[in-house]
């Protein structure tokens, strides 16, 4: 057992399970968190290093922060560290949305959680500003992704779909970086759009714990994008083709998402527990999980590989740019829900300057903001 347990293994387990009880905020936040935690103070990679983990995550579907949580899991601790990273980043979330799915089902509303929120989220902007600002110099190598960058983040403010922005400007890239290889060859691209499967029901289904997982197990596989792009596919599988949800419990189950810390695809635990209690709950999050650990698995060991290719290259520096231009435009789109009042404006500015001048670890800040919320609801 001691063998097994290597000190690096250790150090995986230990630092998800943390992240994956305090980590609030989205995917932006939880992978500024993890750039701070294994790059900046545990030096496990380079920016350079993390970036193209990062650019792999966002060519693959799934949830990005928990598919980052396994990349690096797997960098540090090998195969043991792959399934570590991953299983501890969500695992602690899980137990939390299950005990907020039982009050549901007692109470039949969510707990309010307002109060907590308002101190966090002015911190979760800080965090994410921070890695903005250390990833910035590795993402913008050049002025085809510098351009990329600037037209994904006000694209992405005009509503142009995510997923084709990072594919947009991953292919821009490739392709002005390797005009030399195009010339005197006739190339043509064929982009191929993903589309659920099956068909519509007319009525209810009868609701099973079988197509209950593999209902799950599809959208793991096949969902890129944020988590309104979860709830797209949830209501039409859930409230549309199975009868099975209303849509007041499926927008409780996304909030039930949001408001707790670790990987937002919790809210597929929540929804299972809904349905058919614990065992629907765990197979529900097996079902969603299960292919980001697949994906990783096999995409893991060919990224340092495929960055020495020139094409390959071009397309991961262009989709990292324009994963950093789509961070920067969530940024602002969170900090106007945020930054509500002076009060939350001092606690973002004041955790940046922490961030930045002293490098105070960003749990403690999450922590603090949090206590601000407690204290300002008992004061009012």
């Not at 039982?102 to 929120?117: E, K, M, N, R």
């Not at 110099?137 to 983040?153: E, H």
């Not at 969170?334 to 001048?357: F, H, N, Y």
Request: hydrophobic share 55%; with cysteine; charged share 10%.
């Amino acid at each position: 057992m001691r063998s097994f347990l290597t000190p690096a293994l250790r150090e995986v387990i230990g630092l998800f399970l943390r992240l994956g009880a305090t980590a609030f905020g989205g995917p932006a936040a939880h992978i500024s968190i993890m750039h701070d935690e294994v790059v900046t103070r545990r030096q496990w990679l380079t920016d350079q290093e993390f970036l193209d983990l990062l650019g792999a995550t966002n060519l693959i579907p799934g949830p990005n922060s928990t598919e980052m949580a396994i990349h690096l899991g797997f960098r540090r601790a090998g195969w043991p560290g792959l399934i570590a990273g991953g299983v501890c980043f969500v695992a602690p979330a899980v137990l939390i949305v299950l005990g907020l799915a039982w009050a549901y089902v007692q109470l039949g509303a969510l707990p309010q959680a307002g109060w907590l929120l308002y101190g966090i989220k002015p911190v979760v902007i800080a965090i994410i500003l921070q890695a903005l600002w250390s990833l910035r110099s590795k993402a913008i190598q050049d002025p085809s992704t510098g351009l990329a960058a600037a037209a994904v983040f006000g694209l992405y403010l005009l509503r142009v779909n995510e997923v084709a922005l990072l594919f947009g400007g991953g292919l821009v890239v490739m392709l002005v970086r390797n005009l030399d290889r195009l010339r005197g060859r006739m190339a043509a691209v064929m982009l191929l759009p993903l589309g659920g499967a099956g068909a519509l029901a007319e009525a209810a289904v009868p609701f099973s714990l079988k197509l209950l997982f593999f209902t799950f197990l599809k959208i793991g596989s096949i969902m890129y994008g944020s988590g309104y792009v979860l709830l797209a596919f949830l209501r039409t599988d859930l409230v549309v083709n199975y009868g099975w949800l209303t849509d007041q419990q499926l927008m409780d189950a996304i909030a039930i998402g949001q408001v707790t810390p670790g990987p937002l695809f919790t809210t597929a635990t929540f929804i299972g527990y809904l349905l058919g209690g614990v065992p629907a709950a765990l197979l529900a999050t097996l079902g969603i999980f299960l292919p980001a650990f697949v994906l990783v698995a096999i995409s893991n060991p060919y990224i340092p590989r495929l960055r020495r290719s020139p094409w390959f290259s071009g397309l991961l520096d262009g989709v990292n740019a324009a994963a950093l231009g789509l961070m920067a435009a969530v940024t602002l789109e969170i900090a106007r829900s945020a930054l509500v009042d002076p009060l939350t404006i001092i606690i973002a500015l004041t955790s940046l300057v922490l961030l930045l001048r002293l490098r105070v670890n960003s749990t403690w800040l999450i922590a603090g903001g949090a206590a601000v919320g407690i204290l300002r609801a008992l004061l009012t």
